[in-house]
């Protein structure tokens, strides 16, 4: 049996998570159950298995509005769908990252920066701030709500 198709059990962080049978099949496979890392993860590869090691982002978003639904990343979004809002893909954008979406924001802007293409900086920037004003508005929020509990 040729090992290039042979199917090997696919670990991330010691758990596994599926089958593939190559490393970019092992990616899709990740993308599918919507595992996003914080950060590029260890790799290697055994005889019977694809590892991963790496922090984890939760990236299951379940209140997505339905036009949101299926969109497996920001880029694609915004090429895809020329209506959706800047305050709409900066909602998806916490939802997939969290704490961390103003930062990776910030990041492309600057990306998008070295490659000389001005519209992204000005899209990721847009992006950023919105980002930054939903998580400043829910803290706000918390913070109100916490207040009246104690009364």
Not at 57 to 75: D, F, H, M, Q, Y
Not at 81 to 96: G, K, M, N, P
């Amino acid at each position: 049996m040729n090992s290039a198709l042979q199917l090997k059990i696919v670990y991330v962080n010691d758990e596994p998570v599926g089958e593939a049978s190559s490393w970019p099949e092992a990616t899709a496979l990740l993308a599918a159950k919507r595992i996003l890392f914080a950060a590029k993860p260890g790799k290697s590869e055994g005889p019977r298995g694809f590892y991963l090691d790496g922090s984890t982002l939760a990236a299951e978003v379940e209140e997505k509005p339905a036009r949101l639904r299926g969109a497996t990343s920001i880029p694609r979004l915004m090429k895809r769908d020329h209506d959706t809002s800047v305050s709409e893909i900066a909602d998806l954008l916490i939802a997939q990252l969290g704490e961390h979406a103003a930062s990776h924001a910030f990041l492309e802007a600057m990306k998008a920066r070295s490659r000389g293409a001005s519209r992204h900086v000005e899209a990721w920037e847009r992006i950023a701030n919105a980002v930054v004003r939903a998580m400043r508005e829910e803290e706000e929020l918390i913070e109100r709500t916490t207040f009246v509990h104690r009364l």
